[in-house]
């Protein structure tokens, strides 16, 4: 039975699947776009979906839960500090998962770009 199992294997064990998302999730919130595959980018996107909402709720027990992902105090710092209360006015949907045209060379595999969702301009 697969009761509450979710998310891709990825042809990787789960301490190499853990690994390569937190790797990702870091890269993402030091650079704020990444380029990847398509189905890595999706997976990532919940993860750092997850990430902004501990950021949105800013209280010690989210830093520590950020931390135990990020595993880096000035990337927690920014996520809470600058991240975080840019995508404060949403209700969800952090990321945003662009498909690219060309696929990756060499293996041909599917490439997509994932990045926060920039801030709503205010109608004023």
Wanted: net charge positive.
């Amino acid at each position: 039975m697969r009761h509450r199992k979710t998310g891709k294997k990825l042809s990787r064990t789960w301490e190499h699947r853990k690994a390569m998302f937190r790797n990702l999730a870091k890269s993402l919130v030091e650079h704020e776009s990444i380029q990847t595959t398509e189905v890595k980018a999706k997976e990532l996107s919940r993860l750092s979906d997850k990430l902004v909402r501990y950021g949105l709720e800013n209280t010690l027990h989210a830093r520590r839960k950020a931390y135990q992902i990020l595993e880096n105090r000035s990337l927690v710092k920014k996520l809470f500090d600058e991240i975080a209360p840019r995508l404060s006015d949403r209700n969800g949907g952090y990321t945003r998962v662009v498909k690219l045209a060309q696929p990756r060379r060499g293996d041909a595999a599917s490439m997509a770009k994932v990045e926060f969702t920039a801030q709503r301009p205010s109608n004023e």
